[in-house]
């Protein structure tokens, strides 16, 4: 399964439900064009459960999907727990398990590859659901019964990692600033649309 297959994929299925992403994930969701409702967890790596769960909380009648990557949720395991131990209802938590961090770009190992079984984690830090799908087709056959889980679900999906596009005679060029003003971007974009859909004052 590609990045782009399984984001494609949730992005078919969300409804309105706001997507919390980290980088692999941002990068494939600008590429399919998927612009409303969401939120970019770049540059605050490890940080993308912990978003979701305020959001969720914050608007507990308006769904959360979470694309996650494995390096970032290793780097905060603990959101994890946070999530579990708040129980929202309408959470679903997908961490892309390819084994690489800045995948398409440096490709560097992750801590355990692709043998980390992050639905294990999930499962013992208490959330409702946690399965691991390794095929585009079984994430389009689980996401309706994810999607109706009440409370926080979990999916690790097996992702093939991206070819790296440098290396000693490509180096990689300095990110745009954009890539890290994103994010506040992103957040006022996503308070307007709340106030919109919920009929509050954006704030």
Same mark, same amino acid.
């Given at each position: 399964?590609?990045?782009?297959?399984?984001?494609?994929?949730?992005?078919?299925? &969300?409804?309105?439900?706001?997507?919390?992403?980290?980088?692999? *994930?941002?990068?494939?969701?600008?590429?399919?064009?998927?612009?409303?409702?969401?939120?970019?967890?770049?540059?605050?790596?490890?940080?993308? *459960?912990?978003?979701?769960?305020?959001?969720?909380?914050?608007?507990?009648?308006?769904?959360?999907?979470?694309?996650?990557?494995?390096?970032?949720?290793?780097?905060?395991?603990?959101?994890?727990?946070?999530?579990?131990?708040?129980?929202?209802?309408?959470?679903?938590?997908?961490?892309?398990?390819?084994?690489?961090?800045?995948?398409?770009?440096?490709?560097?190992?992750?801590?355990?590859?692709?043998?980390?079984?992050?639905?294990?984690?999930?499962?013992?830090?208490?959330?409702?659901?946690a399965l691991r799908i390794d095929t585009v087709e079984a994430l389009a056959e689980a996401l309706p019964l994810l999607l109706?889980?009440?409370?926080?679900?979990?999916?690790?999906?097996?992702?093939?990692?991206?070819?790296?596009?440098?290396?000693?005679?490509?180096? =990689?060029?300095?990110?745009?600033? &954009?890539?890290?003003? &994103?994010?506040?971007?992103? *957040?006022? =974009?996503?308070?307007?649309?709340?106030?919109?859909?919920?009929?509050?004052?954006?704030?």
């Amino acid at each position: 399964m590609r990045i782009g297959q399984a984001c494609q994929c949730i992005a078919q299925a &969300r409804g309105e439900r706001v997507i919390v992403a980290t980088m692999g *994930a941002m990068f494939a969701l600008d590429a399919l064009g998927v612009s409303e409702a969401r939120l970019s967890s770049v540059p605050l790596m490890g940080g993308a *459960a912990s978003l979701g769960l305020g959001l969720s909380l914050a608007n507990p009648e308006v769904g959360v999907i979470v694309i996650d990557g494995d390096a970032s949720l290793l780097m905060q395991l603990g959101g994890l727990v946070s999530v579990a131990d708040n129980a929202p209802r309408r959470f679903l938590h997908f961490v892309v398990q390819n084994g690489t961090q800045f995948t398409g770009a440096s490709n560097l190992g992750v801590p355990g590859g692709k043998d980390v079984d992050f639905g294990a984690l999930a499962r013992a830090a208490g959330y409702t659901r946690a399965l691991r799908i390794d095929t585009v087709e079984a994430l389009a056959e689980a996401l309706p019964l994810l999607l109706q889980e009440d409370g926080p679900a979990f999916a690790a999906l097996v992702v093939d990692a991206e070819p790296s596009q440098f290396g000693a005679d490509r180096p =990689q060029p300095e990110l745009p600033d &954009r890539q890290f003003q &994103r994010m506040g971007l992103e *957040a006022e =974009q996503l308070a307007s649309w709340y106030a919109a859909k919920t009929g509050a004052a954006a704030s």
